[in-house]
């Protein structure tokens, strides 16, 4: 079983999601550049001390289409919880210093230890979004920003794509509320598949506690040790 740069790369979206911004005026991002953007995204998601959401992920490859569905959540630093209700029973937990990935189906857990030096598996909150836009050339996807929408809000739309040819996804388009918050995510692969990541409901600095970042391999489980490679 080998887990591919996808699932990093999921992970650093889900790391910086949030909820839509309203009541600040149009004039004050006359001269804001996508820069700023990339900027004030990773210092917004350094200043959450936690947060909850739910999640819908649509894949698509060939015309075959597939949806999961899920709650995420999320506190200071790297302890993550992901619990899907679609597949039933599929688990991501992060304590900080060693991430899971349990997959009930499969009677599988990946058990991935956690450093200080390689990207999205670093233990600082920053780290997972720095890694992702220094692997990434960025763009505004358009020459007015933010866009309107067609249900009225506003938002800033970015265009990533790879700089050197690697797995993952090789192009990305991210939607960026007015307070500098991503809140959906489409990527597509080197193979045609695309996948659409949307975050709603979202609660910040809630009280998590410590608890449901631990997890118990069940007994029957197979464990793979360290499966996921970090690209400097």
């Not at 210092?43 to 995420?72: C, H, P």
């Not at 790879?162 to 597509?188: D, H, P, T």
């Amino acid at each position: 079983m080998k887990l591919s740069g996808r699932v990093a790369l999921f992970l650093s979206m889900i790391a910086c999601i949030a909820v839509s911004a309203t009541g600040l005026y149009a004039f004050k991002f006359d001269f804001t550049t996508v820069s700023d953007i990339v900027d004030n995204i990773k210092n917004n998601f350094g200043k959450l001390d936690s947060y909850q959401a739910n999640f819908t992920i649509m894949s698509d490859k060939g015309g075959r289409t597939n949806q999961q569905t899920g709650t995420i959540k999320y506190k200071a630093h790297n302890k993550l919880c992901i619990e899907f209700s679609q597949p039933y029973g599929q688990k991501i937990v992060s304590n900080g210093k060693t991430m899971w990935i349990y997959i009930p189906s499969m009677n599988v857990v990946a058990e991935q230890d956690l450093n200080s030096e390689s990207g999205i598996f670093t233990t600082g909150s920053k780290s997972g979004l720095n890694w992702l836009f220094s692997k990434y050339h960025y763009r505004f996807a358009s020459k007015d920003q933010p866009e309107t929408l067609d249900d009225g809000t506003k938002r800033y739309t970015l265009i990533l794509k790879q700089k050197e040819s690697r797995s993952g996804y090789r192009k990305m388009k991210l939607w960026v509320s007015e307070r500098y918050f991503i809140v959906r995510a489409q990527g597509e692969t080197s193979t045609g598949k695309k996948v659409d990541i949307k975050f709603s409901d979202l609660k910040t600095n809630v009280s998590l506690p410590n608890g449901i970042f631990k997890f118990d391999v069940p007994s029957r489980a197979r464990v793979i040790k360290n499966p996921m490679i970090s690209e400097e």
